[in-house]
T-cell receptor
Framework: EAGVAQSPRYKIIEKRQSVAFWCNPI?????LYWYQQILGQGPKLLIQ????????DSQLPKDRFSAERLKGVDSTLKIQPAKLEDSAVYLC??????????FGPGTRLTVL | AQSVTQLDSQVPVFEEAPVELRCNYS??????LFWYVQYPNQGLQLLLK??????LVKGINGFEAEFNKSQTSFHLRKPSVHISDTAEYFC????????FGAGTRLTVKP
């Protein structure tokens, strides 16, 4: 069974630039999650999709972060403009609501 | 909304010693509970989960956890650790969304 795919694996940008991350969940998983994991901390949920609808985006900084899952499969997470404090690993996970989540390898973002 | 508290940020132990990583949660609704492990430079992997039924849950690599509803705890245990268990361990609670604790760094020394 193919796992959750994410790209790119690493990204280095300067502050105020824009960046986008892509996630392809496990086939058939209706729920997709984006997490931000800052070094030394636990993952923080940014947004949760159920199919192509948003279930929870209460912790998403909406002034600079956006995410979409237009066809209920792949998802993109965008940051525009990036700040130094956005340096983190961005994790995508998929699964069934309330059940186990399968995590991708993550994208490590460094903002200089 | 639910929250998770991992009571120890770092736990150093010697090889073959027992270990307990503590996790407390708060929630106004019934929840599912999870422990994930993150080895250095790797992604999150599920160790074990509690959904319902027996409160003692066995996971991979010899780990187990006990759900205690009255104490709102889900502590992780292993009777004898190995060097290879050195990793970051995250407790998580889920109802409609999932919240993670800050993590406990387990360091196993020879």
């Amino acid at each position: 069974e193919a796992g959750v795919a994410q790209s790119p694996r690493y990204k280095i940008i300067e502050k105020r630039q824009s960046v986008a991350f892509w996630c392809n969940p496990i086939s058939g998983h209706a729920t997709l999650y984006w997490y931000q994991q800052i070094l030394g901390q636990g993952p923080k949920l940014l947004i949760q999709f159920q199919n192509n609808g948003v279930v929870d985006d209460s912790q998403l900084p909406k002034d600079r972060f956006s995410a979409e899952r237009l066809k209920g499969v792949d998802s993109t997470l965008k940051i525009q403009p990036a700040k130094l404090e956005d340096s983190a690993v961005y994790l995508c996970a998929s699964g069934y609501s309330g059940q186990r989540q399968f995590f991708g390898p993550g994208t490590r973002l460094t903002v200089l | 909304a639910q929250s998770v508290t991992q009571l120890d940020s770092q736990v150093p132990v010697f090889e073959e010693a027992p270990v307990e990583l503590r996790c407390n949660y708060s929630s106004s609704v019934s929840v599912y509970l999870f422990w994930y492990v993150q080895y250095p430079n790797q992604g999150l992997q599920l160790l074990l989960k509690y959904l319902s039924g027996s409160t003692l849950v066995k996971g991979i690599n010899g780990f187990e956890a006990e759900f205690n509803k009255s104490q709102t705890s889900f502590h992780l245990r292993k009777p004898s650790v190995h060097i290879s268990d050195t990793a970051e361990y995250f407790c998580a609670v889920s109802s409609n969304d999932m919240r993670f604790g800050a993590g406990t760094r387990l360091t196993v020394k020879p």
